[in-house]
């Protein structure tokens, strides 16, 4: 679910994992999917999209984002 431990070296403008890839916040998954961040928070809660906790803040690796909007699209095809 949300637990892994991750580190990540963030600027104003972009925040990277120790793999180098990009996080992501609640509110840029939020656009990505079309969805509310209220919803992104729930899919993440609720172990639906992969995510982690650092406070109260969400991130979101772009690759896992990238990989559960793959799935939702061949659910349809």
């Known amino acids: ?3 892994q431990s991750q580190s990540c070296a963030c600027t104003p403008m ?3 994992n120790a793999d180098g890839d ?3 916040r609640t509110t840029g998954v939020a656009h ?3 969805r ?3 919803m ?3 899919l993440a809660e609720t172990g639906l999209i992969p995510g ?3 406070g109260k803040l969400w991130f979101f690796r772009e690759s896992d984002v990238i990989r559960y909007v793959r799935e939702r ?3 349809y095809v």
């Open 32 to 34: 990505r999917l079309d």
């Open 40 to 42: 992104v928070r729930y």
């Open 36 to 38: 509310t961040a209220r």
């Open 52 to 54: 982690f906790k650092r």
């Open 14 to 16: 972009s925040c990277f």
């Open 73 to 75: 699209e061949a659910e």
């Open 22 to 24: 990009r996080l992501l």
């Open 1 to 3: 679910m949300g637990t």
